[in-house]
């Protein structure tokens, strides 16, 4: 019994992420992962971003179709955009996402939700409280 224990306690440990406190900043954008398909880009680990960033799938992928002027659709656990489309260029929406719907404009943390109230959408900070309004219609 307490070897089990002691396994899946390695096994958490491992899952862990490691936060370095030199670096100052513990919230990093992660990268796009993903390849060409012809005319198509498919994206890899774009649901684990979307995870990773505690943000509904569907408003993820609603922006960045919107942002990147591409159709596109789930397919498992990948997105596939009907376009080529360079990673940088995801990777700088991917980082106005983040700025305008989980960074808090105040404390700059990532603690945030987004929250309905009335017809307005609001982020919410968990960590220092404040709330500021985000566009709703993507």
Do not use: W
């Amino acid at each position: 019994m307490a070897d089990e224990y002691e396994k899946l306690l390695e096994e958490a440990y491992k899952k862990v992420k490691i936060v370095s406190r030199d670096s100052g900043e513990r919230f990093e954008i992660p990268k796009i992962e993903g390849y060409f398909e012809g005319k198509k880009t498919v994206l890899t680990n774009f649901f684990k971003i979307a995870s990773y960033l505690r943000r509904d799938a569907e408003h993820f992928q609603k922006f960045m179709l919107k942002e990147l002027a591409a159709s596109g659709q789930r397919d498992g656990d990948r997105l596939v955009l009907n376009i080529r489309v360079p990673s940088a260029k995801i990777n700088a929406k991917i980082e106005q996402y983040v700025n305008e719907f989980v960074l808090c404009k105040e404390c700059k943390k990532p603690d945030t939700e987004i929250i309905k109230e009335d017809r307005m959408m609001f982020l919410h900070c968990l960590a220092c409280g404040a709330k500021h309004p985000v566009r709703g219609k993507i």
